[in-house]
């Protein structure tokens, strides 16, 4: 692939999707692409970019195979002890009367993430409750998690849940593994019913101008997203949330993200943030 064809591939991706590919990433798209190349029988790359130029589907397939979706159960286990031990118990009593509680994961890849959010309110509610009920985990809480990506191939892996035992094994307690998830016969672990009635997968592209949602989040994960993009595209995405989380909601980075100079958040712990 010559460069310009780099460049080509490289701004029709920043134009849709916002994610940033510098000239240092062309070997490692190239390598992407070439498996889809193989499989539409095309032997050029100028011919793939024709195609997707025309075509949304194979469209959002090359999103899916350039898209970075590394993720793992409870990353950044800070954040799910700050949401156990510090923003749950005043959520739970602040919403005593509605018993409604909202909660995005923006950004949410293969479902680890909302899924690890869905277990920790359950164990939540569990403690205060005085114990597990299978048939009604919620206890009468209405609680949503929305869970959005761009990429669909990473969608279908989180609604239908399925893990590897091992990685698994190394990022959940025992307890948890059993209480949350089932074997499957091929080994895996599944996500039990009662976790995935909490999570809705939904495709969105965080480059539209609006958002279609109704209701307003008390809590907005956005991990390990912002690091693709550049600075307009940050600054979209923070006012985005900033509109759509509810007065005093929190908004939780990635690690190495931080406000990039935005003052509409205060920060409350690491890479945690209050709506003002
Ligand atoms: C590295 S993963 C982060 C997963 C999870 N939040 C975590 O921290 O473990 C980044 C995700 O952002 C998604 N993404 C990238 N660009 C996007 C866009 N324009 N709109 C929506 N999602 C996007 C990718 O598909 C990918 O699954």
Not at 36 to 50: A, N
Not at 182 to 206: C, I, M, S, T
Request: with cysteine; proline share 3%; glycine share 6%.
């Amino acid at each position: 692939m010559s460069d310009e064809l780099f460049q080509l591939f490289a701004r029709l991706i920043y134009d849709v999707a916002g994610i940033q590919l510098s000239g240092q990433k062309k070997t490692l798209v190239m390598t992407r692409f070439q498996k889809r190349l193989r499989m539409l029988g095309l032997t050029r790359y100028e011919e793939y970019l024709q195609l997707v130029r025309e075509d949304r589907n194979e469209f959002i397939l090359m999103l899916n195979s350039i898209t970075t979706n590394t993720t793992k159960f409870f990353r950044e286990n800070h954040h799910f002890d700050f949401l156990r031990e510090t923003l749950l118990p005043h959520l739970l009593q602040q919403k005593r009367a509605t018993r409604e509680i909202r909660i995005w994961s923006a950004g949410c890849s293969s479902g680890e993430e909302p899924y690890s959010i869905a277990i920790t309110l359950l164990e939540k509610l569990k403690n205060i409750t005085g114990g597990y009920d299978r048939n009604d985990p919620c206890r009468g809480w209405d609680i949503k998690i929305l869970a959005t990506d761009i990429s669909t191939k990473v969608l279908a892996a989180a609604q239908e849940g399925g893990y590897n035992a091992e990685s698994l094994q190394a990022d959940l307690a025992n307890p948890l593994l059993a209480t949350y998830f089932e074997r499957a016969d091929d080994g895996r672990y599944l996500v039990r019913p009662g976790v995935k009635q909490l999570v809705r997968f939904r495709r969105l592209n965080f480059k539209e101008q609006s958002y279609p949602f109704k209701k307003s989040f008390d809590l907005i994960f956005c991990r390990n997203v912002m690091i693709y993009f550049d600075d307009a595209m940050k600054q979209h995405l923070l006012a985005r949330f900033h509109q759509h989380l509810a007065p005093h909601g929190h908004l939780f980075l990635g690690h190495s993200e931080t406000m990039f100079g935005n003052r509409l958040f205060t920060p409350v712990h690491i890479t945690v943030y209050r709506k003002q």
